[in-house]
């Protein structure tokens, strides 16, 4: 089975720029996509096919996907943006997530 | 506006089936796909198949539930249904309904879920 693997957290400071990896075998031959877990509530998409933001999704948000890595990136962060991150993608078969990252905005 | 609402038993024995049905509203339930995904309790998500309607019904599934899940969709009620038999205590979760996206770009396939349901949780428990 095809894996993805984050770290648990990272933190950053409101203002600055967070950067959240997802790494796996050959991901950039793959398409990743990005939810948003806040407490309580379900999973947004923030990012699919790599680097597209959905509708009312913040242009913060941007997306990266090269060699074993992709990368969620939010600049000038927010204390709203503090959540759970998802990476996912597919492999053919299945739809594969990331352990997820715990985003600390401090 | 689409949304999605999951209906079902909150509670289920061990070695029962768990039953799920999630509701659509806002769009056709034909030719789109319909995702269930759980959560157990302080974990990560997983993914447990979709299903596609298109007066045809195709499934993918998780490889490691596919003996015992099953998804399923009523077009008349606008609903699709998860089964999942023979359940233990690691099925406890927040399950999740979703609508999937599938398609080919430029490098390859894709599939991601751009709407969810508010989950409902399911505790196995004798």
């Known amino acids: 089975s095809y894996d993805l693997t984050q770290s648990p957290s990272v933190s950053v400071s409101p203002g600055q720029t967070a950067s959240i990896t997802c790494s796996g075998d050959?991901?950039?031959?793959?398409?990743v996509c990005w939810y948003q877990q806040r407490p309580g509530q379900s999973p947004v998409v923030v990012i699919y096919?790599?680097?597209k933001r959905p509708s009312g999704i913040p242009e913060r948000f941007s997306g990266s996907n090269s060699g074993n890595t992709a990368t969620l990136t939010i600049s000038g962060t927010q204390a709203m943006d503090e959540a759970d991150y998802y990476c996912q993608a597919w492999d053919g078969i299945t739809a594969v997530f990331g352990g997820g990252t715990k985003l600390t905005v401090l | 506006q689409v949304q999605l609402q999951e209906s079902g038993p909150g509670l289920v024995k061990p070695s029962e089936t768990l039953s799920l049905t999630c509701t659509v509203s806002g769009v056709s339930i034909s030719y789109s796909y319909w995702s269930w995904i759980r959560q157990p309790p302080g974990k990560g998500l997983e993914w447990i198949g979709f299903?596609?309607?298109?007066?045809?019904?195709?499934?993918k599934y998780n490889p490691s539930l596919e003996n015992r899940v099953n998804i399923s969709v009523d077009t008349s009620k606008k609903q699709f249904s998860l089964r999942l038999t023979s359940v233990s205590a690691a099925d406890t979760a927040v399950y999740y309904c979703?609508?999937?996206?599938?398609?080919?770009?430029?490098?390859?396939?894709?599939?991601?879920?751009?709407?969810w349901g508010k989950g409902t949780t399911v505790t196995v428990s004798s």
């Open positions: 096919q790599d680097n």
């Open positions: 050959e991901l950039g031959d793959k398409y």
């Open positions: 979703a609508r999937g996206r599938k398609g080919v770009a430029t490098i390859t396939s894709y599939y991601y879920m751009d709407v």
């Open positions: 299903v596609y309607y298109s007066g045809n019904t195709n499934h």
